[in-house]
Each structure stands twice: as C-alpha cells, then as structure tokens.
C-alpha cells in the first residue's frame, strides 16, 4: 500500500506556485546586528530600540526579573516593573487606567473579544489592522465594514444596526499610508449612537499628539468614558509588547475575560523595563516625535519634487506607489542594493490592493541621510 503522508500537504505547494506566479511571495531575510544599511523599514519611529538607555533597562530588568515573565500575569507574571509601565502610560495617555499584554497583536484581540460577542454590532474601518480584523472574526459580533475614513458610513452602519450594543474599531494613524482618521467626527457620531469607539493608536502613540501621547489625545478623547485605546509597545518605544487603555471599568474588564491576556504568559519583564524607560525618555524630552515628524514631510516632500507619487504624510510614515506588486519588490530590491532599507507593501498587505514603497522616518534620521534617500529612490525608480 502506498504511503499517503507525501501527498498531505501537496496544496501548500500549489498555494506557493500561484503566490510565485503573482510575485507575492514572502521570503525572511535576518538583518546583521551592526550595518551601514539605512533604515527606512522599521517603525523605530524614535530611534529609542538602539538606544542605550533603553536597552540597558532591559537588560536590568533581566537581570533582576528573569529572562521570560514565567506564567500569565495572573499567576506569575506580573512584576512591578509590569504595574508602574501601566501606571505611566495611562497618566502619559491622560487614560485611567492601562493593561499590558505580550503584543499589541495579543492587546487588540483581548480587547475587541473582550468588549464584542454575538450581541454587539461592530462597525469596522474598511482598512484596519489584520489583528483587529481578526479580533472581529473571533468576536463573533456582526460586522459591518465603513470605508476608509468615511463619517457618513460610520453613522449609517451604526444607525441601521439590528442591535443595541455597537462599537467603532478604527486606526488612528494608517500604517500603509501614514494618514490620520477624522476622530472627532466618527467619535461625534458614536456618541450620537450610543456606541463605544475602540481606537488603534499603534502608529500615533509617541508620533503626533502634544509630546507623543498619540492620536487619541490629538483629537481631544483621551480619558473619555466611551473610548478605549489599544497600542504598541513596539514601535515608538522601541521595545516588544502591547497596551489597552481605557476607564478604570474596562481594564478590570479585561482583566477577567480577555482570553488573549488570562492563557498568555505575561510581557517578559526586559520589555516591561525597555518600554518604561523609553517613554520616561519621551515624556523628558517632548520635542522628540516633532523631529520624527519632520523627517517625514522632508522625505515627502523631495519625493514629491522629483515627480514621484508619494504620500503627504501627517505621521511619520511616507508610501510611494508602485506600478505593480513585481515592480514594487524590484524596486525595493534596488534601493536595497545601494544599503537603504525601506518597506515593500504588497496586497493582502496594502489594503487598497495598490502595491507600494513604504518608508519610515525616525526622530534621528539626518538631512545627509534624506537627501541620501530620496537620491537612491528616485534614481532607482521604475520608469
Ligand atoms: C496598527 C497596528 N496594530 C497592531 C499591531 C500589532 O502590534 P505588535 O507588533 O506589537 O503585535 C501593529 C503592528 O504591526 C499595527 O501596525
């Protein structure tokens, strides 16, 4: 008799060969620890993941905590380390309170499952987050996608809706393109409904909003009763994790039901440590996400001087659009030869099916080093 294991996963090959043939295939490729490369990829958007600081809270608080959290938080993995981070965010955010979870993969799937079931009617922006998107499916609520930044889609989903619990789920920075959603007006309209708004502030914590304290707190709905932040510890603080923010009611909340907190095992205490040092960095010198800021718009605006189609950012992520999901990884591929890095966006990842360049300015790029990059993207650019 022949053996039929060879053949169990012989579908992989075939998903793999169509992937190819539409020049959407993903490959790993490990960065040296110490390069002359320029990054452009990252979304280190404070330069604090290098800095010493940071990393060497990390390291102490390894030395002193242990390499791993050892169980969940509630059991043994809550540290002091882990209290006071949550304590400082959420006077940082102007929030009551904040939990901390291993990701903000983990935080925007604990907190959506946590506040969403069979009962709750979900309006969900058309280009949100795959974790967030996933936290819906899991939700089991119904769910009823606006488009991108539209108001009057956000009112007339919440407006028709079969059930009397809603919530909004939006970004508050795109991470593809960089552009900010209208807050105050989907928040008006929330309101107006009598639905909770969950905002993803991943790419504007640390970036816009008075010293870094993000999107929420720009649009003047930080601390609100109805509202609850989720982000990451990964991106402008430098180091891995994640958070929900949020009324005092909520965290406990989560607490006892988020499944992706309670069966995780806690936030390992070197990322605890990294990520409080960096913001207690942040909130010393204010001026930091302004610079990061500015690096944008200058990227932005040479691209755009030299005729390519570039975003106008208003956060600290610029994207150039590609003829095609093959000339988009070509012309990665050459920027890359000439040691600049920058992000290649390809659909399911560009949300809008539009394949593009994306880059990511930090707080410490110099001007030698934008001139240096708008060059080497213009030159190499596909004709
Ligand atoms: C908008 C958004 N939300 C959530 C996440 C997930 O955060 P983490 O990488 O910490 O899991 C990301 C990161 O890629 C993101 O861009």
Known sequence: ?????????????????????AGLTRRLRPRPAKSDVLELSGNDYLGFSRDKRVVGAAAAAALKWGAGATGSRLVSGTTELHAELERELAAFCGAQAALVFSSGYAANLGAV????????AIVAEQYMHASLIDACRQSRAQVAVARHCDVAAVDRALATRKVPRAMMITE??????????????????????GAALLIDDAHGFGVI????????????????????????LSKSLGAQGGAVLGPRRVIAH?????RSFIFDTGLA?????????????LREDPQRPARALWAASELSRQLLDKGLPASTPASAVVSVRAPSADAAVSWA???????????????PSAPDDVSRLRLTARADLTEAEIDRAVRVVTETAPR
């Open 269 to 281: 205490p070197a990322s605890a440590g990294a990520a409080l040092t960096a913001l207690n960095l």
């Open 333 to 347: 591929a050459a920027i890359r030869e000439q040691d600049i890095a920058v992000g290649c966006f390809r659909p």
């Open 254 to 258: 989560l607490v006892n039901s988020a």
């Open 113 to 120: 499952t946590a506040l969403a079931g069979k009962d709750t």
């Open 209 to 232: 909003g008075d010293g870094g304290r993000g999107g929420v707190h720009e649009a003047g709905l930080s601390g609100d009763a109805d509202v609850v932040t989720t982000m990451t």
């Open 1 to 21: 008799m022949s053996d039929t294991r060879d053949a169990v996963f012989d579908w992989v090959d075939e998903r793999a060969d169509a992937r190819s043939a």
């Open 172 to 193: 508050s920075v795109f991470s593809v393109d960089g552009d900010v959603a209208p807050l105050a007006d989907i928040a008006a309209s929330c309101r107006a409904h």
